[in-house]
């Protein structure tokens, strides 16, 4: 499966689309088109905006504060004689070549900034684990306490490395790399593990460390997006996004069992599987005969899988895109990955083989269309949030993390190196399936929330998952069972009963509650001090109390704002996480007085809770218990 969508150029995905719509297979060896025009490179002399992805990935890191969820964690195995001083010497040079190796992120008025240090430590502890009964377990253990390496976004390095030593000779060795994404994706491990590579082949032949030019840095990459964001071209590509998630509503799955009350962070948990060899083969034959590529089937196959979950034919997941097709920009070192929605009909008697080609038209669109930032196309189609579910879409899907990770790679003559991707327990979406090509064949991570979905169901989704897949490979031009949910006559796994909803039923009307702005004016000191902190945020006059926050066109970084804002008003240490779950003016004032006793700015907030409450209850109170109540009060006084 070389021919994964994160290795093939924009050039070679236009003459695929060309072909896929002409009903022709695609060639192979195209030629690469003349570059466009030059890209503008940063002023090194000018401060450094952060990418948009740097931006989203900062305000993550607020939301979800003290976890390891945005780390890209790798290991290298390596065989053979190793000189770990030789190794050290390699990630120094490497480390000093790219910039956002150096980099820190700091908040700036002007927007989240780069702050590029000219020189940070390269440490490599090494860690002898070859007396232990079972070493390479104890790597395992070692690897994933790495993996769950919290970084501070505003200290360099944001990352660590760490070798241990599994045997007594030194020619079993693995090589640990964590990193904050902020500063690496998958497409910059591969450029890691190819300048170590030919920088320790150097050093052990006693040659000196000669490397080409490392080409623009990820600061030029963020001038270059910027520059080609224009108001114009966003709202070219903000109306694609529109038209294709139009009438969306989610999946509405109930999963095992509601998420804890308040606002708390998933507990991530993982199920491994392996697509075996000869089912792989037979994805890469349908993908040749569809004018596609392997990942498009098996996103397909994921696609039909939410289906059945759902139970409804209109489905969609998000997916990251690598982003590394601009010409001269393909080795940048840093993290330009970009996620996008990729919705679906599997309805109206469709087989595999409709579906196949409804996603390989969305992937390709997709692709057309990938250079608006996830969190920009969120504060531009301001979905409904339903606590701390993801925005638009509850799982992505995700597949070829890394062009290093299905062969070894030498390290001069006697050594070479097995690139790895590993979990570390973290769940970003409510559920996620990650597909890798590894030494030992294609492999599977279904990692999941375990608050509210159990290891059964997990493994019961993993089941479905390949039998979907086989049965498609084997029968693609087969219609799929209508509905979704409906059994055929081919024995299935079982799946989780997540959904109680007829297939295709439409979507159920919203809980009944307060109408957004129906509450009438802030009532308590503390509410009106929350609504006055909103109404500048937001650029509005005045609020009410049941105003939402991302209703009125709050969105992430904004909320990052208000809550540092409310907190440093009121003494409190909310989390940012708290604005998504009590996300109107009311509700976050409660949240407030519950954190610290709150009183409002004008002295009055004690009385005025008080007389609020008593308030709302008479509100609640028909005429004839008003008056009995009345009646009372004249008679007690």
Avoid at 268 to 273: A, I
Avoid at 466 to 492: F, K, Q, T, Y
Avoid at 554 to 572: Q, W
Avoid at 609 to 632: C, I, K, P, W, Y
Wanted: charged share 25%; with cysteine; glycine share 8%.
């Amino acid at each position: 499966m070389d021919d994964s969508l994160s290795r093939l150029t924009p050039q070679q995905w236009t003459r695929l689309a060309e072909r896929a719509r002409a009903g022709q297979p695609p060639a192979h060896g195209q030629p690469d088109q003349p570059a466009g025009p030059p890209v503008p490179r940063a002023d090194p002399a000018a401060p450094r905006p952060a990418t948009h992805t740097q931006e989203q990935l900062w305000f993550l890191s607020r939301l979800t504060a003290g976890t390891p969820n945005y780390n890209v964690p790798f290991r290298f195995d390596l065989e053979g004689p190793l000189e770990p001083h030789h190794l050290h010497t390699a990630l120094r040079t490497v480390v000093q070549r790219h910039d956002a190796l150096r980099t820190e992120l700091r908040p700036h008025p002007g927007g989240l900034r780069q702050v590029v240090r000219a020189r940070v430590p390269v440490e490599l502890p090494v860690r002898d684990l070859s007396r232990h009964d079972d070493p390479r377990a104890a790597a395992d253990t070692r690897c994933f306490e790495l993996a769950r390496t919290v970084f501070d976004l505003e200290t360099a390095p944001l990352w660590r490395f760490e070798l241990l030593r599994l045997d007594a000779a030194g020619e079993r060795h693995v090589l640990v790399w964590i990193a904050s994404h902020t500063i690496a994706d998958g497409g910059a491990v591969g450029v890691l593990l190819d300048e170590v590579s030919a920088a320790y082949a150097a050093l052990a032949a006693g040659r000196d460390v000669v490397l080409p030019d490392p080409g623009p840095q990820l600061a030029d990459y963020a001038a270059r997006q910027r520059a080609l964001l224009t108001p114009a071209e966003t709202e070219r590509l903000t109306a694609y996004w529109r038209r294709r998630l139009d009438g969306y509503d989610g999946l509405r799955l109930t999963y095992d069992r509601p998420g804890p009350a308040g606002a708390t962070l998933p507990k991530g948990r993982t199920v491994r599987f392996t697509v075996p060899a000869a089912l792989r083969r037979r994805v890469v034959g349908l993908a040749r005969e569809h004018a596609g590529s392997p990942f498009m089937v098996l996103l397909a196959a994921y696609q039909v899988l939410l289906a059945r979950l759902a139970r409804r034919p209109d489905v969609a997941t998000a997916l990251p895109l690598a982003c590394r097709d601009t010409p001269g920009f393909e080795k940048v070192f840093g993290s330009l990955t970009n996620t996008v929605v990729i919705r679906t009909d599997t309805g109206g008697g469709a087989s595999f083989a409709t579906v196949l080609d409804r996603v390989r038209e969305a992937v390709l669109g997709a692709i057309e269309h990938q250079n608006l930032p996830f969190g920009k196309l969120v504060e531009e189609l301001r979905p409904a949030r339903h606590g701390r579910t993801n925005p638009i879409a509850e799982t992505i899907f995700s597949y070829g993390g890394t062009p290093a990770t299905p062969g070894w790679t030498p390290l001069g003559d006697s050594v070479r190196a097995a690139c790895r991707g590993m979990s570390n327990d973290t769940v970003r979406f409510d559920f996620e399936l990650v597909l890798d090509d590894t030494l030992e064949g294609l492999t599977g991570r279904f990692e999941y929330d375990s608050d509210r979905i159990d290891a059964r169901s997990a493994r019961q989704i993993c089941d479905a998952y390949l039998e979907i897949l086989g049965a498609a490979v084997d029968h693609p031009d087969a219609p799929l069972p209508h509905p979704p949910g409906e059994e055929s006559d081919r024995p299935r796994p079982p799946l989780p009963a997540w959904s109680t909803a007829p297939a295709d039923a439409p979507a159920p009307a919203p809980p009944d509650g307060p109408v957004p702005g129906t509450g009438g004016a802030p009532r308590t000191g503390t509410e009106r001090a929350v609504a006055r902190i909103w109404a500048g945020a937001l650029g509005r006059d005045a609020l009410e109390r049941d105003d939402d926050f991302f209703a009125l066109g709050g969105y992430s970084m904004l909320a990052v704002d208000v809550i540092a804002a409310v907190n440093e008003e009121f003494g409190t240490d909310l989390s940012v996480l708290q604005i998504f779950e009590m996300s109107s003016v009311a509700s976050l004032a409660r949240a407030v007085e519950a954190g610290a006793g709150a009183v409002g700015t004008d002295g009055a907030g004690d009385d005025e809770t008080v007389a609020a409450d008593l308030l709302e209850q008479v509100e609640g109170m028909s005429d004839e218990e008003v008056a009995r109540a009345l009646e009372r009060l004249r008679d007690t006084s």
